[in-house]
Antibody, heavy 123, light 107 residues
Framework: EVQLLESGGGLVQPGGSLRLSCAAS????????MTWVRQPPGKGPEWVST????????YYADSVKGRFTISRDNSRNTLFLQMNSLRAEDTAVYYC????????????????WGQGTLVTVSS | DIQMTQSPSSLSASVGDRVTITCRAS??????LAWFQQKPGKAPKSLIY???SLQSGVPSKFSGSGSGTDFTLTISSLQPEDFATYYC?????????FGQGTRLEIK
């Protein structure tokens, strides 16, 4: 059974940084792309970033480009999201999700999601 | 960016009904479309990918169709556990984008 467990969320001041982690189990982690999706309170989901199975390709939403960095450690089955220069509009539940392939179109389609971790950016 | 527009935004139906939700893309996305179900306080759950392929473990009462710009999600024989918010998502191009959601409520 696929399991994804996010951690690292919390309250941070504007301009601050957080590092989210997603511990994966139940599948061969290195052979699937991974994605971060966020959901602001009361709103719909928003795609944030995707990384290929090898980690060699990364993609970002314009709203986070230059501030957030996605990475993975395939030896530890863990996905990361380093978030810098945080803004109030980054406040959301952040979900990690597993892709359906390592790269290509189906790598962008997610079949399993974690339970989410809440990030609150406020002074 | 590709805009995804769902209709209706909300829908009231009764147990046992059959409902259809529509999703339209602002440009052609072939069949690179997924549908998700989300209940309050829970993570999204994958229902359909590749426009019409059923996610493993999802009951066959859920079905998807369409290609290009127009897509539908049909849910037959509604049960209490089906009342939730449904989102479409395109993954043809980056940035990946979602529809605004359709809230399915009990009449």
């Amino acid at each position: 059974e696929v399991q994804l467990l996010e951690s690292g969320g919390g309250l941070v001041q504007p301009g601050g940084s957080l590092r989210l982690s997603c511990a994966a189990s139940g599948f061969t982690f290195s052979t699937y792309a991974m994605t971060w999706v966020r959901q602001p309170p009361g709103k719909g989901p928003e795609w944030v970033s995707t990384i290929s199975g090898s980690g060699g390709s990364t993609y970002y939403a314009d709203s986070v480009k230059g501030r957030f960095t996605i990475s993975r450690d395939n030896s530890r089955n863990t996905l990361f999201l380093q978030m810098n220069s945080l803004r109030a509009e980054d406040t959301a539940v952040y979900y990690c999700a597993k892709g359906r392939d390592s790269s290509g179109f189906y790598s962008r389609a997610c079949d399993s999601w974690g339970q989410g971790t809440l990030v609150t950016v406020s002074s | 960016d590709i805009q995804m527009t769902q209709s209706p935004s909300s829908l009231s139906a009764s147990v046992g009904d059959r409902v259809t939700i529509t999703c339209r893309a602002s440009q052609g996305i072939s069949n690179y479309l997924a549908w998700f179900q989300q209940k309050p306080g829970k993570a999204p759950k994958s229902l359909i990918y590749a426009a019409s392929s059923l996610q493993s473990g999802v009951p066959s009462k859920f079905s998807g169709s369409g290609s290009g710009t127009d897509f539908t999600l049909t849910i037959s024989s509604l049960q209490p556990e089906d009342f939730a918010t449904y989102y479409c998502q395109q993954y043809n191009n980056y940035p990946i984008t979602f529809g605004q959601g359709t809230r399915l409520e009990i009449k």
